[in-house]
């Protein structure tokens, strides 16, 4: 018995219609999606000029261009910690780094870094919620090696990251060396330069190779005691009454924000004119205190350029601080002069002073009026008389780590004298040495 398959099968009506609605629905819904597919090809196909290989090249263009930036980004560290390994290693054989400018300084002067150092001023004076405070300031003191156990306040009352970088210390985090004979550093850091000025024109070393001028770093203004060279052999009377005369200057003439270098020839600096150069880490102790007991009589602000002040910018950017913003205090202490400036840098544009509070650095400038615009200048009343700093006091601030720059005036043995009463100002530091606020720099007899 043989049975045929019908020709037709009858389905319900009612699951028929369903069926077939369900699939004209389909179709249409994978049409549409199609059609926007077509779509989207075509528009990147005419902004790619028409050619079709070009949208499927662009697919790849952003992942292409991320990893041969990170590509670039790796090979710049990894060529800056070959060359910091080699300078180790020269040092560690008594052979100082030479300057050498390369193209990155040039690089560095095309890069707004005032409205950069404005923009990150902008994000650390941002308030943190309090239960973040903690967890933010324990990851830049681990970033940056800051000790957590001088910190006066608990961490959650420190509203932003800029409260935390000006923070103040524990009572005794940084006793000052009570000696009356003695200056004392000023601040926490590293000690890079240090010496006494001599020869022509007062030249403090940048790094081996190349040396700027103290007078060009102060501004011409200056109180800085300089003689002519032919009164070089001239003692005891003639050192008094140069001192003297350089506290009569005008020192509140108008100098120019990048001031002409003294004649080397015509002038050097008097005897017992020192210099010290201290660099300040991200991670250090920020506020600047005073060296010794002495009157601050003015106050010079240059505003300038930010460039990063770090080891490597030292050795390529010719005249670093003197291109750079700074904070010039000048006055007179009992060995005659002294000279504390506060030089800017990239993301510090910001520098307080606590004897001005109104004085405000970093502001909005034409970039061509950089230099041409005069210092912004004040006389502390009285006038003769100033602001009196006892030894330790606290001056400024910086908002991350800079550099200070310290010129004064200290004793010299006399050689007219008897060798037992001879009165010699020196270091007790090394370069290169770590040194704290409070912490002696030199002493004298």
């Given at each position: 018995m043989k049975f045929r398959a019908p020709k037709t099968i009858f389905i319900l009506p009612s699951t028929s219609c369903h069926l077939n609605s369900s699939l004209r629905n389909h179709n249409r819904s994978f049409a549409s999606v199609f059609r926007r597919f077509q779509t989207s090809l075509q528009a990147r196909a005419s902004v790619g000029g028409g050619n079709g290989s070009s949208s499927q090249g662009d697919s790849y263009l952003v992942?292409?261009?991320?990893?041969?930036?990170?590509?670039?980004?790796?090979a710049l560290h990894a060529r800056r910690l070959y060359d910091d390994k080699k300078v180790e290693e020269a040092r560690e054989r008594g052979i100082e780094p030479e300057f050498k400018s390369?193209?990155?300084?040039?690089?560095?002067?095309?890069?707004?870094?005032r409205l950069v150092s404005r923009c990150w001023g902008h994000i650390t004076n941002v308030e943190l919620p309090i239960w973040l405070r903690p967890y933010v300031h324990r990851a830049w003191a681990r970033a940056f090696h800051s000790n957590l156990e001088e910190?006066?306040?608990?961490?959650?009352?420190?509203?932003?990251?800029?409260e935390f970088f000006v923070r103040s210390l524990k009572d005794g985090c940084r006793p000052i060396d009570p000696d009356l004979q003695c200056l004392v550093s000023p601040v926490d850091g590293t000690v890079l330069r240090f010496g006494e000025l001599k020869g022509a024109g007062a030249m403090i070393e940048q790094v081996k190779g190349f040396s700027y001028s103290v007078a060009a770093l102060l501004g011409t203004g200056s109180l800085l005691p300089m003689m002519a060279a032919g009164d070089g052999n001239e003692e005891g009377s003639g050192q008094e009454n140069s001192s003297a005369d350089s506290g009569?200057?005008?020192w509140w003439k108008i100098s120019l924000a990048y001031p002409k270098v003294l004649d080397p020839v015509s002038t050097c600096p008097v005897k017992g004119l020192f210099y010290c150069v201290i660099y300040l880490k991200p991670g250090d102790y920020h506020r600047i205190h005073s060296p010794v007991d002495w009157q601050v009589l003015v106050r010079r602000h240059f505003s300038g350029h930010l460039f990063p002040v770090n080891e490597r910018a030292v050795r390529t950017i010719r005249n670093l601080y003197v291109?750079?913003?700074?904070?010039?205090?000048?006055?007179?202490w009992q060995e005659g002069f002294m000279a504390i400036a506060a030089i800017g840098a990239t993301n510090?544009?910001?520098?307080?002073?606590?004897?001005?509070?109104?004085l405000r650095t970093n502001k909005p400038k034409r970039r061509k009026s950089l230099h041409s615009d005069p210092p912004e200048e004040r006389v502390y009343e009285p006038e003769g008389v100033g602001i009196m700093l006892k030894k330790g006091d606290e001056m400024a601030a910086f908002n991350m780590g800079s550099?200070?720059?310290?010129?004064?005036?200290?004793p010299v043995s006399n050689l007219h004298e008897n060798v037992a009463s001879r009165s010699e100002f020196k270091f007790s530091i090394k370069r290169g040495d770590r040194v704290r606020a409070g912490e002696a720099l030199g002493r004298w007899k």
């Open positions: 992942p292409g261009a991320t990893v041969a930036t990170l590509l670039m980004l790796g390369d193209i990155k300084a040039t690089f560095l002067r095309l890069i707004p870094l910190v006066a306040l608990p961490l959650d009352e420190y509203a932003s990251l800029r009569k200057r005008s291109e750079n913003e700074r904070v010039v205090l000048e006055g007179l510090i544009g910001s520098i307080e002073v606590f004897i001005e509070p109104e550099t200070v720059v310290l010129i004064f005036q200290a």
